[in-house]
């Protein structure tokens, strides 16, 4: 499976981006699907993630904001980012669960 997300860029403090993970196959074989960050200097962390059958959870900074969504019939997950921070700063790689795959990255960059 190759994954491509799109949709990061540059926004200001409390703007809102909506990103995008396509697949090349089937996701709906996987566990799951999640978004992960990796923020200039710190390690990857796991933002969402959504199971095979829905369910969703979120990292504790994002909850309230974002929201992980997924297309299995265009084998696309997206993650709607809302009331960005500064902080929210980071390159953001989508990845399949159960095993493990993942994509290029898409940098988002918020201005305060």
């Known amino acids: 499976v190759q994954l491509q997300a799109s949709g990061g860029g540059l926004v200001q403090a409390g703007g809102s981006l909506r990103l995008s993970c396509a697949a090349s196959?089937?996701?709906?074989?996987?566990?799951?699907m999640g978004w992960y960050r990796q923020a200039p200097g710190k390690g990857r962390e796991l933002v969402a993630f959504i199971t095979k059958g829905g369910n969703t959870n979120y990292v504790d900074s994002v909850k309230g904001r974002f929201t992980i969504s997924k297309d299995n019939a265009k084998n696309t997950v997206y993650l709607q980012m809302n009331s960005l921070k500064p902080e929210d700063t980071a390159v953001y790689y989508c990845s399949t669960i159960g095993p493990n795959y993942w994509g290029r990255g898409t940098l988002v960059t918020v201005s305060s």
């Open positions: 196959g089937t996701i709906f074989s996987f566990n799951g």
